[in-house]
């Protein structure tokens, strides 16, 4: 007995620290009818006070604003961000990117946008001339900066490419940070749904044609505009490594140069590409350059029907050496310009004398001479 009674404290204090569930609920139950009963005395107290006309209105203005909040249009919820600086990593990023519409019939007119992605250093110093090409065609293309992110702009408010810098992060020549980069431009530009064609240029490029050119050229274009080809050499299949296989075999291993134009569908596709990144990112590292050949055989695989193999960035590699040749003011003539514009290229399975829309590398010194070139020869 002593010893059941010395027992009998215990479970009685274990009771009031935490009681058992049943009272819990009871007392939440009483605390709700208190709050219930206050909450109808105040409101007969106000009716009988105010009338009910005040009360109503007082009710009203208090949650209207919620009810107006949940009265969004369509237009809301595909709106591209206006700020484009956020906080997601690359992850959370290509994860919202991903999103695919199932109807493919869009119940609202949509006006199929071109997105330039600039990966660049730093600053834009053909900027002028990018403006002048732009200026007019608002509603038909979004801009994308990737730079160092040490650099901070300074366009004025007027410039097309204010507010356009995209979280960035450092992006090496060779490495799988430059496909990183490209791929974080590809995401950011697919968060606006109207956006169906992808270039990415650098700050050396400048628009060979007007902005009706270059996007009619895009939009009537059966194939995306990706340099692809099999270099048999040392610099092409000599970087192929066997643990490539059985993703990559070595008859589908492409080269091609890194400035690529795609639309919406293949711009997916690498964003959401696990299965030929991981092979890359561990195989193909210098002196294989990965930024050469990742997207083009990713592509030629997957999407191979549906590339044109053959980019729409001009580039003179007839100098020789490791990079292809800048040019500067004293290079920009008429008949300089002439001879880039000058082509004979497959468009459709027809041959078109547009082959380049965009050109690289020009230097700042030709930015003067091309601004007073431009409108006679580029018709913009
Ligand atoms: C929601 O907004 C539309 C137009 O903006 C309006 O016609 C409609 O009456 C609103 N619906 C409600 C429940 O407020
Ligand atoms: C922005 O900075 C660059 C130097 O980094 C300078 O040349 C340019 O004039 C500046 N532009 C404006 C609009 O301040
Ligand atoms: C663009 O250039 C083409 C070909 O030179 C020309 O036919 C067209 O009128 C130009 N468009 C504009 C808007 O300047
Ligand atoms: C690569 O070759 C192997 C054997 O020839 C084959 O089984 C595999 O399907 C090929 N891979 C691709 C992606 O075509
Ligand atoms: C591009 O090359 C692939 C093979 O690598 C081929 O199947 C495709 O037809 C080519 N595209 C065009 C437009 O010729
Ligand atoms: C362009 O090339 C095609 C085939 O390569 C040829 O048939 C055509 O005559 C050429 N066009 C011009 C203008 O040279």
Not at 184 to 210: K, Q
Not at 307 to 316: F, H, K, M, Q
């Amino acid at each position: 007995m002593a010893v059941e009674e010395g027992k009998e404290p215990a479970p009685v204090s274990r009771t009031n620290q935490v009681r058992p569930l049943p009272l819990r609920l009871l007392q939440l139950f009483v605390l709700f009818l208190f709050l219930c009963i206050g909450f109808s005395v105040v409101s007969l107290y106000t009716i009988r006070h105010f009338g009910i006309e005040s009360t109503v209105t007082a009710v009203k203005s208090n949650f209207l604003p919620c009810l107006e909040e949940s009265n969004v249009s369509l237009g809301e919820w595909i709106k591209a961000p206006v700020d484009l600086m956020h906080s997601m990593n690359d992850e959370e990023l290509f994860w919202r990117a991903s999103f695919v519409p199932r109807i493919k019939n869009y119940p609202f007119q949509r006006v199929p946008k071109v997105g330039f992605m600039f990966l660049t250093k730093g600053p834009l110093p053909l900027a002028p001339l990018w403006e002048r090409f732009f200026k007019g065609h608002q509603g038909l293309f979004s801009i994308y900066i990737h730079s160092l992110p040490s650099f901070i702009p300074n366009f004025t408010h007027d410039s097309v490419f204010h507010g356009r810098q995209i979280p960035s992060q450092v992006a090496e020549w060779g490495r799988m940070s430059m496909c990183d980069a490209e791929r974080r431009l590809l995401a950011n530009a697919l968060l606006d749904i109207n956006n169906e064609w992808f270039i990415l240029v650098s700050e050396s490029c400048i628009p060979l044609y007007n902005f009706s050119v270059v996007y009619d050229y895009l939009k009537n274009s059966k194939y995306s505009f990706v340099g692809s080809f099999d270099d048999l050499g040392p610099y092409g299949r000599g970087r192929y490594r066997l643990e490539m296989a059985p993703e990559v075999n070595i008859t589908e291993w492409r080269k091609g140069a890194q400035w690529f134009e795609v639309d919406r569908k293949l711009a997916l596709n690498i964003v959401q590409d696990t299965k030929f990144y991981r092979k890359f990112k561990e195989f193909c590292q210098p002196s294989c350059y990965v930024d050469e050949h990742y997207f083009p055989t990713m592509l030629t695989i997957e999407f191979g029907n549906s590339i044109a193999n053959r980019s729409v960035t001009w580039v003179d590699w007839s100098r020789g050496g490791a990079h292809p040749a800048t040019f500067g003011g004293h290079d920009i003539t008429k008949e300089f310009l002439a001879g880039v514009l000058e082509g004979n290229c497959s468009y459709n399975e027809r041959s078109s004398s547009i082959c380049a829309l965009f050109a690289r590398k020009f230097a700042p010194s030709s930015l003067q001479p091309l601004l007073s070139l431009a409108s006679e020869v580029f018709g913009y």
